[in-house]
């Protein structure tokens, strides 16, 4: 939020319309969040033409904030109000009881490559068109060199996408740098988000349930969730393996994805699979240590884990609905990594860490799914780009790196749109 009170004071904003409360001080909290708004609104003589800006910054210390903003809101107080948290599981649940209709939650993801590239100086021009789709078609029909971008990558990947950790300079030791970046996001992104936020949150009795639940999904991750199996392996049922899932995609560590279909009830009765928000938090959690810098296969699960993570922030940015697909049939089972289910430009994609990989599922699900013809795409490391025309099945290739960063742009070019930026 300070970039956004620089920005505000930058484009001439009075300073007397905006205010910074931090709720988690002592002395803020001997009063009520209703005693400091009506003293803000009072002394910035704030009307509704003129609101005072409020940021409020660990809204969750407040006492009830959820009930004071929701009368904030009601009653038309000349506020507008941002606030944060660093414990999200705790904003999302009273958004739940308290805030629909009435405030809007932004999801920030951590850096997508674009924005880590943009960072360091190292971004490559490129253009955004209305979709997704229309964006590679744009790249592909201009034939876009990218220039070697797989140090940035690495570290990327590796390192994760949390502004103080990409932003701290790089040593000579890239082990150095990995250890570091995992001992930070195991103690605030894991320990702190599963130890106290979760368990305070949503009242869990025995967080370290919680805790092993998430270790099992970074070492199954993108595998189809089976939660009569997660439950039998943690002594727990069913429902509460499905419930502390929820507590984990609230609190911005996992997401799922559902497997596609043409028909809504067979997509919610088909597995889901699991992917980190960010696949350093999964490394943190599981302490891979420097594994990934000798282990092909580490290498693997954080590409198509950050492709999967792109999109479905992505996703979450557009309301376009994400997917993977599996399907048996005769005893072969046939996937896709993503699906991009766009109502009128759909997409396809089948992540590989090598340009050599099978096209099997892809043909597949352009068979079965014909609305997917000529838009299916292999994202790979080593390949070069190509239009699904030059394919005699109609697949594309598109370079992982070119796929991070389209996606990226993609993603805040529609979150620019709908914010109205």
Known sequence: MYQTVAELLSQGLPPNRLW??????????ERNLGDWISH?????????????????????????WDLWLKTFYDERHPVRIAATSSSTAALRNRHAESGVGRWEEQFLSPYLFSEYLALNDALPENRTEAT????????????????????????????????????APASDDEASDILRSQQTLRADAVQRAVCMDIPQAFNINEPIKLERLLYILGGQIAEIFSPTSLASDLSLTAATVYQYLDYLERAFLVFSLQNYSA???????????????????????????????????????????????????????????????????SGVVREVDLVYDHPTEPLAFEI??????????????????????????????????????????????????????????????????????
């Open 132 to 167: 997704l789709a229309q964006t590679i078609e744009c790249a592909v029909s201009e034939s876009v060199s990218l220039p070697s971008l797989d140090s940035h990558r690495r570290r990327f990947l590796l390192v994760g996408g949390f502004p103080e950790l990409i932003a």
């Open 40 to 64: 803000i609104v009072r002394v910035s003589k704030a009307t509704a033409a003129e609101p005072a800006i409020v940021f409020l910054d660990e809204v969750n210390y407040a006492d009830a």
């Open 263 to 329: 028909s809504e009830e067979t997509i919610q009765r088909r597995g889901k699979k699991i992917y980190f928000v960010d696949g350093a938090v999964r490394n943190a959690a599981l302490q891979r240590g420097i594994a990934p810098l000798r282990d092909q296969s580490e290498m693997g699960h954080l590409i198509e884990n950050a492709c999967a993570a792109h999109l479905h922030s992505l996703g979450l940015q557009s309301g376009v609905r994400v997917f993977h697909w599996r399907d048996r049939v």
């Open 352 to 421: 590989s860490v090598g340009a050599r990989h099978r096209l099997d599922g892809l043909r597949a699900f352009q068979s079965r799914f014909p609305k997917f013809n000529g838009r299916c795409y292999l994202v790979s490391p080593s390949t070069a780009l190509h239009a699904p025309e030059e394919d005699h099945a109609g697949i594309g290739r598109l370079p992982i790196d070119l796929y991070l960063i389209l996606t990226g742009a993609q993603a805040q070019a529609d979150m620019e749109r709908r914010l109205g930026v």
């Open 20 to 29: 910074w409360l931090r709720l988690d001080h002592p002395l803020l909290m």
